[in-house]
C-alpha cells in the first residue's frame, strides 16, 4: 500500500534526476551513443596491459601487438607463447564476454632500447646488451629492467638513438588505440592511450603508476622513470608537455601495487624532496591521482590482517613479501609495511587532511590484469594460463608446473559507472572516482551516501534516489541536515550472472569499512550489514563443485550510529561471493596432484600443497570511498 | 695397467664436479646447476659491466664472481681428498675404475634434466646439453 503511493514521487524523482543528468562534454569528435543511460550503467574493462613492447613480456616470450590485444578484448581469440618454427601458437585464448574498454600500459622506460634490440643494422643491434637480449632474454630481463638513468650506451650521446626509436612502438600503440575505439553510434568499444611508468626505490621498492589519456590528445613521447625520475616529476612532465601544450589532453595516474612498495607508495613524505607533504603537495597529488588499482595479477593491496587491521577478510591474494626483492630472493623477504594497503593510506589521508586542510589520499578504487600476455580481462581462475611478466617464464615448451607463481592470480577488472561508452563519458567518471574494482567477477555494484537513505531505498529507483537524495562512490557527503543527522550508506549489489558453461556464484556478504580520525589517528570499523557470513556455502576443493544457497542480489541501507559531525569520515563498502575454487586449485587438480598422496606431487607442483596458501577464494569487489569533511574553512572537493 | 696419479685424478674429478654437479646459485634467481652454468651467466653478466657499467650488472657480476670462486675452490679440494682416497686403492685398475665410475655417474646423471634453471628462457629443468642455450 504504502509503496504503490511512493512509487509516483520516485518516479518523478528518477526523471528528475534524468534530466539533471550532465551531458558528456566532448574533447573530441565522435557520433552520439545510441546507448544512453542518464543514471549511468557499470562498464567493465582493463586498464593495466603489456604487450611486447614491455621488457618484462618480450623477455618470456609474449609476442603479442597492441591491437591484437584490443582484438582479444573485444572478443577474439588470440594465441600465446610457445610458438613453434613456424610461429604457430601452442595455446589459444579467448574471452567469454568481451570487455567494454580497455588500455594497452607498456613499460615506457624501454620502448627505444627495445626496439634498436630488435631491428637489425639499427645503432646498438650488435651491442652486448642487445646481444643479450636476443640470445638470453631472461637474464637481460634483470639488467636491463634495474637500468634506469643514465640510458645505455648504445643509446648515443644523452640516449637520443633510443628516445627517437621509442616514438615507433609508442605510435603503434596509439595507433592501435585508435583503430580499435569504436566511435560509431554503436559505441560498443573504447580504449584509452595510455603508458606505465615504472620507477622503483630503494631495493625493488613498487612507484609504477599508468597513466591514462583522455583521448588521442597525447605527448609525443611518454614520461619514463629514466628522465622524470619521481611522481612529481611525472606530474610535472603531465602538465608540461600534455595539459598545458595540447588542446584537450589531460590524463589521470593511477598508482598499483602499493603492497609491493616497502611502504613508499603512501609515504608521508615527497619522494623528489623527502619533506613532509604541504597543502599544495597534496592539492597537486589528489588532482593527479584520483585513483588507486587496489587488485591485480600481483596482488591484493586493500588490506592485510595483522597489518593494521583485525578485518577477517584481510586474507585474500595476498603476496607474501613487503618488495619486488622479495619475489627473487628469499633473503630479501620482509613481511609487508602496513602503509603498503590502500585502507591505511586511505586513512592516512583524512589524518592529513585534518593537518593540512588537503587530502593527498583522496582515491577511488579500480582493479586490472596487469596482464603480460597482451589478454586484458582475462580473470577466469579455470584455465588460468599465467600472466607471465614476473612470473615463469614458459620457454619452448609449457613447463610441467603451475603457470604462474602460486602467491599471484588472473587479476581484477576496473568497473566504471557512467552515461555511455565513451572516452569522454568513462574518463569522466575516472576522474571523479565513480569506480570500483573486482578481482574478476562481473559484480553490478552501487553505493550512495545521504542522510535520508532508509530501507525502501532498495526498490527499483535505487540509483534514481541514490543521486538525487544523496552521492555516489568517490563523491562528498555534505552537511548534515539537522543536528543528530547521520549518515546513511545505501548498498546495492549483483552477482555477475555468468556464461552459459561457467555460471556466476551468488553473493554471501555485503559490508560497509567506516575509516575516521580521532585524536589525531585512523580507526577502522567493517560492519556486515546484508547477507551471511555462515550461510552454509562453500566448495569441494577436488570437484571444484560449489555446494549451498548465497543471495541472487544483496541491498541495504546503513545508518552510522557512531557518527560524530566534528569528525573526518570516508566509507566504502565490499561485497563477497560464496566461496569458490583458486586458480591453483584448478591447475593442481588437472595434474592429478593429490596432496594425500605423495606419489602425485611431481617437481613443479609441490606448491599445490603448500598450506601457506589457499585452496578457495571469495572473489570480491570494493567500491571507492565516499568522504565526509566537517564544515570549516578546509577544502573538500565536492566532486567534478 | 698403469695406476692413475693423483694429480690427474684430481684434475678429472675437479673438471667434471665443475661441469656436472648442481650447486645452488643466485644471480637475481635462485638456480641449481654446475660451475660452468654460474660461470658462463657471470660472463655476460661481466661483459655488460665492461660495456655499459651500472650498478645493478656491477652486483651481479660481483655476485657471480665471488660464487664461482667458492664453489671451484670447495671442488678444489673436494677433488683433492678424493683423489687421496683414490691413491689409497692398492690396485691400479681399481684406482682407473673408481675414477671413471664417478667420473660417469656425473656426466650420465647431467644427461638428465636434474638442473633447476629459472634464469634460462627456454627451459625451467635443463640438463648438460641445453645449460647454454
Redesign the interface.
Known sequence: MRRSSVLPVWLALALLAAAAAPTTLRSEERAACTVRDPLRRPWFGDLHVHTRYSLDAS???TRTRPSEAYAFARGEPLGLHPFSERGEPGRTVSLARPLDFAAVTDHSELFGELSLCNTPGAPGFD???CV?YRG????AF??MN??GAPR??FCGEDGRECIAAGRGPWREMREAAEAAYDRSAACRFTTFVGYEWTKSVETASNLHRNVIFRNAAVPEIPASAVDALTPEDLWDALDAECRGKLPGCDAVVIPHNSNLSGGFMFAPEELRSGQPFTAAYARRRAGNEPLVEVMQHKGDSECRLGAGTTDELCTSELLPYDTFAGR???FARRDPDPRNFTRTALGAGLVHQVKLGVNPFRFGLIGSTDTHLGTPGLIEERGYPGHGGAG??I???L?D?LLDPIEYNPGGLAVIWAEENSRDALFDALQRRETYATTGPRIAFRLFAGWDFDASSCGADFAARGYAEGVPMGGELGAPPAPGSAPTLAAWALPDPGVADAPGVPLQRLQIIKLWVEDGAAHEAVVDIAGDAANGAGVDTNSCETTGAGAAQLCAVWRDPDFDPGEHALYYARVVQNPTCRWSTFACNAAGVRCEDASTIR??WEACCDDAYPKTVQERAWTSPIWYSPQSNEESPRGR | MRAVSSVAARRWLWLAALATMPVPFYLGQPEWAPVLRLAFLTSLFTAVMVAEGGRTVFLFGTLGIVQTAVYTGLFYLAARLAARGVARIGSPPMQVAAVGTAVFLLVASSLLPIYQTPLSSTRMRSDLWHLFE
Open positions: 623477455t618470456q616470450g651491442s652486448t646488451v643479450i638470453w632474454p631472461r637474464l634483470f639488467f634495474a637500468r645505455f650506451a627473487f630472493s628469499p615463469i617464464p620457454g619452448e615448451t613447463p608446473s617437481a613443479g
